[in-house]
Every structure is written in C-alpha cells, then in structure tokens.
C-alpha cells in the first residue's frame, strides 16, 4: 500500500511564524502536490512537483514555498504566517507523469494561526 | 469560472435507495476523470476512474458523457457506510504538465 505521511496532524502557530510543513511518501512517486481544504471552497492546489528540486505554481501559490530535495519528501513552507493561512493542509503523490492518475493522499495536517 | 461544478447537497436517502450525482466541467480538453470519496475529516480516497464507455464497480456505475462535459455516479442499494462527500475531479493542464481539479463535492447521508 502507497504511503503518505505528514509530520504533524495538528498545529497552531502565531502570525508571523515560519511554518513547516514536511510530507513523504514511500513508493517511489515522481509527482508530489500541496493542497489546501477549506470549507466551501473545496480543494486547491498550492504547488505541485514532477521531480527532484522542481517545482510548479499551482492555483494559489501566494505566501507559499515548496521544497523537494529528495524525491520521496515534498515540503510546503509559509514564510510569515498569516491568519487567513488557516486550513487544511493536504499533501498527495502519484507516479504518472504525463496524465495525473490516482493521486494517493496524506492524512493531512491542520494548521490554525493565531 | 467554476472548472468543475457539483450541487453541494446534502442528499438524504435512506438504507437501500439508488442515488444519482452529477458534475459538469469546463475544460473541453480535459481526458481523465474520477470520482474520488472524502469521509468527514479524513484525507480522499480515489472511489473509481471514469470512462467513456462507463464503467460499473459493485453497487457503483459511473458515466460520462464528453459532449456535455458531464460525469455521473450512481450508487445503488446504498449502505450507511456511504456516508460521506463524493468529489469529482477532472484532470487539467497546469504550466504544460497535468494536474487534477476537484469539484467542491456532494455530501451523500444514508439513513437506517
């Protein structure tokens, strides 16, 4: 079974703070993708990653960096926290390149800035 | 410009009913389609791919129909562990490589 982890499932950070938020997956995938859930606004992708040190802007990149220096962990990083960066964070990976096909899912991490 | 539309629900139908979900998208090019479940505070999980002969998987059928840019998911004899928010995605160009968009989904309620 494809494994997805996220370092932490819960995790209340102050305005301002950098913020981690490191994702690996243990089969090999090349793509790996940033999500953010919010109620209403359904799924949106952040940045997304075809291989090592590459990455793309996805729909709302805005106050996001991404970092993959391996291929199996994908980091999201926002560099001054702010409150409406308060969600749910999801992290997938999948092994086509070409066409997306199944995209298998971390548990996600939901972060709350105060 | 809503790339991938679902009526938000919720549908409630009891133990046993056959219920019906829709999903319209924008994006004319877009060649691959899924239906993807989303149990409450859970992470996705890809339900089936959708193909354009339609497909069947136990009490789930899915259909497209690429003229009116439209996916269907019927569930028959529903159970209560259908229960949940059934999301439909569509793939679509992004920087030249392609990604997935999801409609906002659909909540399903099955009731004893």
């Known amino acids: ?35 953010r859930q919010d109620p209403g606004l359904g799924l949106r992708l952040i940045y997304f990653s075809y291989d090592v040190k590459m990455k793309e802007k996805g729909d709302i990149p805005e106050g996001y960096s991404v970092s993959r220096e391996k291929k199996e962990r994908f980091s999201l990083i926002l560099e001054s926290a702010s409150t409406n ?6 992290c997938a990976s999948s092994l086509v390149r070409v066409r997306s096909y199944e995209q298998y899912f971390g548990p996600g991490t939901r972060l709350t800035v105060t | 410009r809503k790339e991938v539309e679902q009526d938000p629900g919720p549908f409630n139908v009891p133990e ?4 019906a979900f829709n999903c319209t998208y924008s994006n004319s090019a877009s060649q691959s ?6 149990d409450c505070r859970k992470e996705p999980k890809l ?21 009116s840019q439209y996916i269907s998911l019927l569930i ?13 995605v569509v793939n679509t160009l992004n920087s030249g490589y392609s990604t997935l968009t999801f409609g906002k989904g659909t909540m399903l309620l099955v009731s004893p």
């Open chain 1, 1 to 35: 079974d494809v494994k997805v982890t996220q370092s932490s499932r819960y995790l209340v950070k102050r305005t301002g703070e950098k913020v981690f938020l490191e994702c690996v997956q243990d089969m090999d995938h090349e793509n790996m993708f940033w999500y």
């Open chain 1, 85 to 90: 960066q308060t969600s749910m964070y999801l």
């Open chain 2, 16 to 19: 046993g009913a056959t219920v």
């Open chain 2, 33 to 38: 389609f899924f239906w993807y479940r989303q």
């Open chain 2, 47 to 67: 339900l089936m791919s959708v193909y354009s002969s339609g497909n069947e998987d136990g009490r789930f059928t899915a259909q497209l129909n690429r003229a």
């Open chain 2, 76 to 88: 028959r004899d529903s159970k209560l562990s259908d229960s949940a928010t059934y999301l439909c």
